[in-house]
């Protein structure tokens, strides 16, 4: 990332304080006015003492109280009461800003990708770098916002309030004050960004350190941590990475301490002068005693507060630069190019893959001119070994990436120019890696088709076909399954059951069958496969597998090799003709008993 290092950029405010307001417009106004209220506390005390000294020395020695005394009094009281006051409904409504804030980032973030059509983005390194931070830092960034914005918002007031107060003493204190203050505050200003930077520079370190714990510290990999003894290998790791991100600190840090104390003389010598001019003043009588006191404690005040702007700008640089990322995320064009006018689409004839190549962003060629029909109603199997590019060809088919080469034709009509939901409303699916969801299991089964969620006999037809009604007698439909939110666990051939019985609620046109059966004991492999005419009927199937036992049941079987279409028929015809299907049959076969082989 491109970082000025000349100057704090005023655009970044304009852009946190345009989500901010947008998130709570009331709260947030409200938030600003008491704050610039409270920014006036400090001067208000400053300028009623002034008055309170130089009341007392003209009534010094006669007793005598009047109201040169008694406004001043009453002025400092209300001071110190309103802030008082004021902390408590700043807290109020920080707190309340900051709630809707983080669900707002929360919530542009899920709109922006969960809106996302396609897949394509996530192949880009640098989208998910983005989102990992965005989404890691979404729970308190908006938090730091509004603190160090707050506290800078304040601070400046006090200051400016102040600068205006010493003006009216003498002109010059102002500008001696701000030469003892200000070159010291913008040069630590500047170093204190230069930490900032260091800290954002190595951001894939510290998410390299989050990574290698959470490897230590997950569930998931609990088994082989213990197993394998991985503990110091991961430590290992998550050190360097540390020592990485902690030298690149410290340097930062230790410039930032050696620059800040040059200026020290600078500024002791600015800080004299205006005490020097100031006490002249009062001895010549000049001027009044109160204003000697009110360059006193002006100093004190100036420093407090340009110091206090110069810490919390560096960290509020920091919400900024993060809400200046998050802008630019959300502004990311879409990948996935939609046409201006798509077609709608009820069911469909035929789907024709017309010399269909692809290639990953990565630059590995997944596909490569393929070309087959399937036709409304038939039974498609499509097998070959790992990274033959089978589950490739369904992400191109539910136009979750567009094809490199050739065409998808739906009826005659390019996937590109269909309407895109429409489309994917024809299709159910189970996925390799399919969803294991912390809601109910009617919730879990009915999430394909949600308009008929609380449907009794929908959710146990669907349970029956996908072999989970077991599990909805045996848990009911209202049972919280996964642990995390103190639920019922199932297993992973349970899950499985329920990500196809999800499949098989939707009655949908066309039903992907990606590995369906990985995580099935043979007998419930064997009862769906039994079943699995009654359960096709009326439907288009496309059946991935590499237990080529199933695949018999399919009215044509297609074998991909190295992204390529290389034979087509079905299982006698390719058995028959002795190809790649025909070895991978024997293989199979010979496993479970060499006679079966050419069976
Ligand atoms: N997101 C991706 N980015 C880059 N390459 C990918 C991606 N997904 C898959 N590939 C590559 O594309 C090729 C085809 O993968 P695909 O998942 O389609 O194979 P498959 O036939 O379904 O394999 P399997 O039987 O193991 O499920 C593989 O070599 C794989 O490495």
Do not use: C
Request: charged residues 20%; glycine residues 10%.
């Amino acid at each position: 990332m491109r970082l000025d290092r000349r100057t704090f950029r005023w655009r970044l405010v304009g852009l946190a304080l345009r989500q901010v307001i947008q998130a709570a417009p009331l709260e947030a106004t409200l938030l600003l006015l008491l704050l610039a209220l409270g920014g006036l506390v400090p001067v208000g005390v400053l300028g009623f003492t002034r008055a309170l000294v130089d009341g007392l020395v003209a009534g010094l020695g006669e007793g005598v109280w009047g109201p040169w005394l008694w406004w001043p009094l009453l002025g400092l009281a209300l001071a110190f009461a309103l802030d008082f006051l004021l902390a408590p409904w700043v807290a109020y409504l920080q707190g309340a800003v900051n709630e809707r804030l983080t669900a707002r980032v929360h919530l542009l973030l899920m709109d922006k990708v969960g809106g996302l059509p396609d897949l394509t983005p996530f192949e880009n390194p640098s989208f998910h770098d983005e989102l990992q931070v965005l989404r890691d830092q979404a729970p308190y960034q908006p938090l730091n916002l509004l603190i160090f914005l707050g506290s800078a918002f304040r601070g400046s007031i006090t200051v400016a309030g102040v600068l205006l107060l010493l003006l009216s003493a003498a002109p010059l204190f102002p500008l001696l004050l701000l030469l003892a203050t200000l070159p010291q505050a913008i040069l630590t200003f500047r170093l204190q960004k230069g930490v900032w930077e260091a800290v954002l520079f190595t951001a894939p370190e510290a998410r390299r350190m989050r990574y290698f714990a959470e490897a230590l510290l997950e569930a998931d990999t609990a088994k082989e941590v213990r197993l394998f003894g991985l503990l110091p290998f991961f430590r290992g790791r998550y050190l360097e990475a540390f020592w990485a991100l902690y030298r690149a600190v410290r340097r930062a840090r230790g410039r930032q301490a050696l620059g800040a104390s040059g200026l020290v003389l600078l500024g002791a010598l600015a800080t004299a002068a205006a005490l020097f001019l100031a006490l002249r003043q009062a001895l010549s009588g000049a001027s009044g005693l109160g204003n000697l006191v009110l360059v006193l404690q002006s100093v004190g005040s100036l420093q407090q507060n340009l110091f206090g702007l110069v810490q919390d700008g560096g960290m509020l640089y920091e919400s900024l630069l993060y809400f200046e990322r998050l802008e630019r995320f959300l502004a990311l064009p879409p990948t996935l190019r939609q046409p201006p006018k798509p077609r709608e689409v009820r069911s469909f004839e035929e789907i024709r893959f017309e010399q269909v190549g692809f290639t990953y962003p990565d630059g590995r060629r997944a596909l490569q001119d393929v070309s087959f029909t399937l036709r409304r109603g038939e039974r498609l199997a499509l097998v070959g070994e790992n990274g033959a590019g089978k589950t490739t060809l369904v992400k191109l088919l539910l136009r979750f990436y567009d094809p490199g080469e050739g065409r998808i034709l739906v009826d005659g009509v390019d996937l590109r120019e269909l309407d895109l939901a429409a489309w994917r409303r024809l299709v159910a699916a189970v996925f390799q890696d399919f969803g294991r969801y912390a809601l109910t299991l009617e919730e879990n089964i009915a999430l394909s088709d949600l308009k008929h969620l609380h449907d009794p006999k929908r959710l146990e037809e669907a349970a029956r076909a996908g072999g989970a009604e077991g599990l909805l007698l045996r848990l009911g439909p209202e049972a919280l399954l996964s642990r995390a939110f103190g639920g019922t666990e199932l297993s992973l051939g349970e899950w499985q059951r329920v990500a196809l019985s999800r499949a098989f609620f939707r009655q949908a046109e066309l039903l992907v069958l990606d590995e369906p059966t990985a995580s099935l004991d043979p007998k419930e492999e064997a009862h769906l496969y039994a079943r699995f005419a009654e359960l096709a009927k009326g439907k288009t199937v496309l059946l991935i597998t590499h237990r080529l036992g199933s695949v018999r049941m399919a009215d044509r079987i297609l074998v991909l090799s190295g992204g390529r279409l290389v034979e087509e028929g079905d299982h006698a015809t390719l058995l028959a003709r002795g190809g790649a299907y025909a070895e991978l049959w024997r293989l199979q076969a010979d496993l479970y008993s060499p006679d079966l082989a050419d069976k």
